[in-house]
Structure formats: C-alpha cells, structure tokens
C-alpha cells in the first residue's frame, strides 16, 4: 500500500495538491512522479510582488495576497498573513473532493526496503477506506491489506464509518514544539512504523499539516487554520486548531481520523528561538485548549459541518474569550471563514450525518 506511483494515478480528477510557501518550488521535482498528473493550488505567502518560480510540466493556479484579498474582499480578514495557516485560502477555493497539502521542506520518503514511497497514493487509501472510531481494533487498521478485524470485535461495527481525516507522519526531523526541539537539538526520527490506525471517538491528536489529507466534501469547512502570524499574538498552532475542531465535529457526526502512513522526509528543522517567540501564548493557552475541547457537545440540531462550526465558534467566544482576548477576535474569524467558504462554495459543505 505504500508503494510506488500506479500506471494511472488515483482519483487524478479528484484531488488537489495545496501548498503554501514563500520560496521558489524546486522541492517539486522530486515529487515530480506522484504529483505531476494532479493539479496543484499554491498559496503564496508574505510580498505579493514577489514571483514564485514554479518546475515546468505542473498544472497549478498559485493565489498570493492581493488575489486573496481581491476575491475574498473584507473577508479576506480571515486568512492568516506570513504564517502557513494562509494554505486554508486553498482548501477554501478548491472544487475538489479531496485535498492533499504538504510544506515545501518535505521529500519523499523511503520505506525500510528503499521503496519510495507515494504519499498521494496512501492518504487516497486512506481516505476511501472506513474509520473504526467506536471501538479499538488491536491489528490497527482491519482494511489494509494482510489483516482484518480481530476476535471480539463486534460485526455491528465492522462496516466502519467514512474517513474524513488522513493524518500523515515524516521520518528524519519530528514535528517538535520549540521547548522539547531545544533540549533535543539533533534528535531525529528513524522509526519507521508500517501501520495506520483510527485515533479513536473523544480523542484529540495534535494534527500536523505538513502532510495530510481530507474528504473536503465531508469536513472541508472544518479546515480553518485558524488567525495566525502577522498581528496575531501566537503562530504554529494553526494545524492543531484545526486538528481539534475537526475532531470533535466529526465525532459528533459520525467520521473518521486515520493516522499513520504515509510518511514523508522532513529536511527543515526551523528555529527553535524563533517558533518559542510564536508559540509561547500557545504553550501556556493549550492547557485550557485542551479541556475545553475535551469538554465540547455540539447540539443535535448541528447536523452539518457548516452548523457544527457556528456552534463551536459560539462556545469558543463564551468559554474561551475569558482566556484572552484573542479568542473573541479568532471566534468572529471563524464565522467569516465560514461566510467566505459559502460565497465561494455555494452549494458545497453542507455534507453532515448523524449516527
């Protein structure tokens, strides 16, 4: 499964590629295989006179600040500006059913037989495969190939429910907070773990967005990375805001996270003085985070993405407003995040079920 490019790439009509970056791309060529017959949304942080020099052969739009700012308007106020968080502006102006971002440090990674590895290929598998959130099964996913569902696993459950979230992992620099890539300067990942799993209902993962995919038709409104970067008082903390909204509104309806394959290498450890400048509110706020999204219901008349995330916004304004501030202004961002996406998408992200 995590194997080479097939003869005729997977969904090909189906997916898109979304990178944010500020640099020229030459990191393509080396996806060059996987990702050639896909299209490609590149979302250009930082000078928006700069120009982004793209690898010939790809097919690509690439949107910079003044695109965002001419077809969003105003609402333009809701896209994070020199922080990677800006990528959403692509999440939002696909027409795709899924989508796949990466960060322009990664490369392609090699299984233990020296395999490269199709990172497009595995998250689609992923994707189209179900999720098993309500109850564990110990051979970790039963739909690859090789295993199954194991002895006292109930046949009530074994039809799954449909994967929302393929969360991805890098081998070579690990995906650290600036405190612990302080004290642990040259650790690297080496492990390579041949497995995929569903992170299980009321669970939250710390999602990383430097290699992922998602059904969009069915969270894609959920994909708000949040206010970040310039005049924001925090950074870095974009994926996981987004990781822990999409968690709970996917467990209250019914969807699934994988986590797992596929890997990708991670060549560029960023500063660790620097992302300690970004994430410092982040670090002492997580801990009210974290127990507020722990404690979160979403009423049952919430029965699409779109009303889950109005509701989450509501609860992040009253309960987390008394925390800083900032969550007032990034509860506000969220319902313009969502007013944005239905201008732009009209009659999409209203995907939603209830088990």
């Known amino acids: 499964m995590a194997g080479s490019s097939s003869v005729t790439p997977i969904l090909k009509d189906e997916l898109d590629i979304v990178i944010a970056t500020v640099r020229n791309l030459d990191f393509l060529e080396k996806w060059r295989p996987f990702f050639q017959h896909y299209h490609l949304i590149i979302v250009q942080d930082g ?15 690439l949107y910079n600040r003044d695109d965002i700012n001419r077809i969003l308007g105003p609402k333009a106020s809701c896209i994070s500006f020199k922080d990677s968080a800006c990528r959403c502006f692509g999440f939002m102006v696909s027409k795709k059913k899924y989508v796949y971002t990466i960060d322009d440090d990664c490369f392609v990674a090699k299984d233990p037989s020296g395999k490269e590895m199709n990172a497009v290929e595995q998250h689609i598998q992923n994707l189209l495969s179900p999720s098993t959130p309500f109850l564990f099964n110990t051979l970790y996913d039963p739909y690859r190939d090789g295993t199954d569902f194991v002895r006292g696993y109930p046949f009530s459950l074994r039809e799954g429910v ?40 009321g669970t939250l993962f710390p999602m990383c967005g430097m290699n992922l995919g998602f059904n969009r038709e069915l969270i894609g409104p959920a994909m708000y990375l949040g206010l970040m970067g310039d005049g924001q008082p925090i950074g870095r903390y974009d994926d996981m805001w987004a990781g822990w909204c999409t968690k709970v509104i996917c467990d209250h309806l019914g969807y699934g996270v994988k986590t797992g394959l596929p890997y990708v290498w991670h060549t ?25 999204f722990q404690a979160v219901t979403l009423p049952k008349e919430c029965t699409t993405v779109k009303k889950c995330y109005l509701e989450l916004s509501k609860q992040v304004r009253a309960k987390l407003g008394k925390v800083d501030e900032y969550f007032n202004k990034l509860a506000d961002a969220m319902i313009t995040w969502i007013q944005a996406w239905d201008e732009l998408n009209p009659s999409k992200g209203e995907a939603g079920h209830l088990n």
Not at 53 to 61: A, H, I, Q, R, S
Not at 167 to 194: C, M, S
Request: aromatic residues 12%.
């Open 47 to 61: 000078d928006p006179s700069k120009t982004i020099k793209v690898p010939e052969g790809f097919d690509y739009e």
């Open 162 to 201: 449909p994967t929302a979230v393929s969360h991805g992992l890098w081998l070579n620099i690990p995906d650290y907070d600036a405190p612990t890539q302080l004290v642990k300067p040259l650790e690297r990942n080496n492990r390579f773990v041949d497995a995929v799993m569903t992170v299980p209902k």
């Open 268 to 292: 560029k450890a960023s500063s660790p003085f620097a992302n300690l400048k970004k994430e410092y509110k982040g670090i002492y706020w997580q801990e009210e985070l974290i127990p507020f």
